[in-house]
Nanobody, 126 residues
Framework: QVQLVESGGGLVQAGGSLRLSCAGSGGAVSRYTMGWFRQAPGKEREFVAA????????EYADSVKGRYRISRDNAKNTVYLQMNSLKAEDTAVYYC???????????????????WGPGTQVTVSS
């Protein structure tokens, strides 16, 4: 059973940067494809980015492409989300997730992820 904990959220001005971290434990984290999702107030949770278990493939939502970068350090069981050029509309709770199965391909569907962290708040002031 994989446990995930996000960190690195906070308050930042528009145009600024933050780096989120997701620490995994309790399982072979390096075998899971990992994803980041976010949920803004009053909206449904949406896909942000994903990285294949090997790190060899990444996928991004159009709204963050070119501004966000997902990476992973399998030796540390940690996934990162570097967020640059932040906008007010990026304000949300950000969730880290792990795929349901080992060695999965990247996906932007929530149903393909079976493990979730509690989330970390990111607030961008305009």
């Amino acid at each position: 059973q994989v446990q995930l904990v996000e960190s690195g959220g906070g308050l930042v001005q528009a145009g600024g940067s933050l780096r989120l971290s997701c620490a995994g434990s309790g399982g072979a984290v390096s075998r899971y494809t990992m994803g980041w999702f976010r949920q803004a107030p009053g909206k449904e949770r949406e896909f942000v980015a994903a990285i294949r278990w090997s790190g060899g493939r990444t996928e991004y939502a159009d709204s963050v492409k070119g501004r966000y970068r997902i990476s992973r350090d399998n030796a540390k069981n940690t996934v990162y989300l570097q967020m640059n050029s932040l906008k007010a509309e990026d304000t949300a709770v950000y969730y880290c997730s792990a795929s349901r199965w080992y060695y999965s391909d990247t996906s932007y569907y929530e149903r393909d992820y079976g493990y979730w962290g509690p989330g970390t708040q990111v607030t961008v002031s305009s």
